[in-house]
């Protein structure tokens, strides 16, 4: 018997899913040993916050760009910039983590007060709206790749891609926010 992803969108999405965020909590939790990782020289480390806020500027512009492109109607270049934006999101996935599992989280270096009262919320709900997205992200993705744009109508493609680029898009808005607050601001 042949097993198709398109026939099980919803089983492919929940196993991409928790195998995504098992990586992720596995980085920040310390549980994935920074040994089967090459060691990259210090400026590598140091540059990956700014390669990933040009990356996270660079999706926010790809997600409006998407949204706008399907809205008035041409499929073609929505996907190419929603694909796109996959590939950033990626890219900036696997820089983040590297760094984490290689030398651990940032600290927040401003007054304890703007780290209660300012990061900590931000950085909370970044995280929150990130692993949110996630399973919506592969979701919509798979519904796309599954199928012929024909079809993609009569899926829940567009209702769930709604909610999945806005909350992907203010999630990078916030990580943004984020790298400002570490390595601009303080």
């Given at each position: 018997?042949?097993?198709?992803?398109?026939?099980?969108?919803?089983?492919?999405?929940?196993?991409?899913?928790?195998?995504?965020?098992?990586?992720?909590?596995?980085?920040?939790?310390?549980?994935?040993?920074?040994?089967?990782?090459?060691?990259?020289?210090?400026?590598?480390?140091?540059?990956?916050?700014?390669?990933?806020?040009?990356?996270?500027?660079?999706?926010?512009?790809?997600?409006?760009?998407?949204?706008?492109?399907?809205?008035?109607?041409?499929?073609?270049?929505?996907?190419?910039?929603?694909?796109?934006?996959?590939?950033?999101?990626?890219?900036?996935?696997?820089?983040?983590?590297?760094?984490?599992?290689?030398?651990?989280?940032?600290?927040?270096?401003?007054?304890?007060?703007?780290?209660?009262?300012?990061?900590?919320?931000?950085?909370?709900?970044?995280?929150?709206?990130?692993?949110?997205?996630?399973?919506?992200?592969?979701?919509?993705?798979?519904?796309a790749l599954t199928r012929p744009v024909s079809q993609i109508y009569g899926t829940r493609h567009k209702q769930i891609g709604r909610v999945a680029a806005a909350l992907w898009l203010i999630s990078f808005v916030l990580g943004n926010v984020v790298y400002l607050l570490l390595y601009v601001v303080?």
């Amino acid at each position: 018997m042949e097993l198709r992803v398109r026939d099980h969108v919803p089983a492919t999405t929940a196993i991409l899913t928790l195998v995504s965020l098992g990586l992720v909590f596995g980085a920040a939790l310390g549980a994935i040993p920074d040994v089967l990782l090459p060691t990259a020289p210090q400026p590598l480390y140091d540059a990956i916050p700014h390669v990933n806020a040009v990356i996270s500027t660079v999706a926010i512009g790809t997600i409006i760009a998407g949204v706008r492109a399907i809205r008035r109607g041409d499929v073609d270049r929505h996907r190419t910039l929603m694909l796109t934006t996959v590939v950033l999101f990626a890219t900036f996935l696997v820089l983040y983590l590297y760094k984490v599992i290689s030398q651990g989280t940032q600290e927040f270096p401003g007054p304890a007060v703007v780290d209660q009262w300012v990061y900590l919320p931000t950085l909370a709900i970044h995280i929150l709206l990130a692993i949110v997205c996630i399973p919506l992200l592969y979701y919509v993705l798979l519904l796309a790749l599954t199928r012929p744009v024909s079809q993609i109508y009569g899926t829940r493609h567009k209702q769930i891609g709604r909610v999945a680029a806005a909350l992907w898009l203010i999630s990078f808005v916030l990580g943004n926010v984020v790298y400002l607050l570490l390595y601009v601001v303080y």
